[in-house]
T-cell receptor
Framework: LAKTTQPISMDSYEGQEVNITCSHN???????ITWYQQFPSQGPRFIIQ???TKVTNEVASLFIPADRKSSTLSLPRVSLSDTAVYYC?????????????FGQGTTLQVKP | NAGVTQTPKFRILKIGQSMTLQCTQD?????MYWYRQDPGMGLKLIYY???????DKGEVPNGYNVSRSTTEDFPLRLELAAPSQTSVYFC????????????????FGPGTRLTVT
């Protein structure tokens, strides 16, 4: 069963790039890695998903090394509105259907 | 398109009472999920469904039951509520791309805050 580990909190300043790493040593072959953002009193919101190497969309990049035992979410040029909790989610591959494991979350505080 | 809706938003239960948390999605998604989130923690999967009539256990199913009679609805039943079930409950859905429920974006509802005293 994949267990995910993230830093509890991070601080940054507006305009900086932020990298949040998630460790998932027991990831299964078919598992995907997904990152979500959550604001207080709201449900999580999808940011990005990947399986291996690098994925980029309009808001973030996801870096996954060859052994897939970790992943790094990169947020370019953060703003105050990026202050939130960020979760990595691992699992749910075709051979691991019921195992969707969220990390404990990283609280990102962006300062002016 | 309302997305995923959940009712009620808040509920207080006494120990031993039962209730059903409602979840509806209007995106014609095959996959639906129930999670619980305890304070300061990540979400834990309770049950999930890959389509009408098909449900399966997640990481923390004890004390809960689900059913999926239609594509749109996925209610979560709590029988004999206990203080340990005090949590925020989130329902989610996804389209169910090939590769399992872990693939693709999950759309979350706004949550139900449940207190058992």
């Amino acid at each position: 069963l994949a267990k995910t580990t993230q830093p509890i909190s991070m601080d940054s300043y507006e305009g900086q790039e932020v990298n949040i790493t998630c460790s998932h040593n027991n990831i299964a072959t078919n598992d995907y890695i997904t990152w979500y953002q959550q604001f207080p009193s709201q449900g999580p919101r999808f940011i990005i998903q990947g399986y291996k190497t690098k994925v980029t969309n309009e808001v973030a990049s996801l870096f996954i090394p060859a052994d897939r035992k970790s992943s790094t979410l990169s947020l370019p040029r953060v703003s105050l509105s990026d202050t939130a909790v960020y979760y990595c989610l691992v699992g749910g591959g075709s051979s691991n259907t019921g195992k969707l494991i969220f990390g404990q979350g990283t609280t990102l505080q962006v300062k002016p | 398109n309302a997305g995923v809706t959940q009712t009620p938003k808040f509920r207080i239960l006494k120990i031993g009472q039962s209730m059903t948390l409602q979840c509806t999605q209007d995106m014609n998604h095959n996959y639906m999920y129930w999670y619980r989130q305890d304070p300061g923690m990540g979400l834990k999967l309770i049950y999930y469904s890959v389509g009408a009539g098909i449900t399966d256990k997640g990481e923390v199913p004890n004390g809960y039951n689900v059913s999926r009679s239609t594509t749109e609805d996925f209610p979560l039943r709590l029988e004999l509520a206990a203080p340990s079930q005090t949590s925020v409950y989130f329902c989610a859905s996804s389209s169910g791309l090939a590769g399992g429920p872990g693939r693709g974006e999950q759309y979350f509802g706004p949550g139900t805050r449940l207190t058992v005293t």
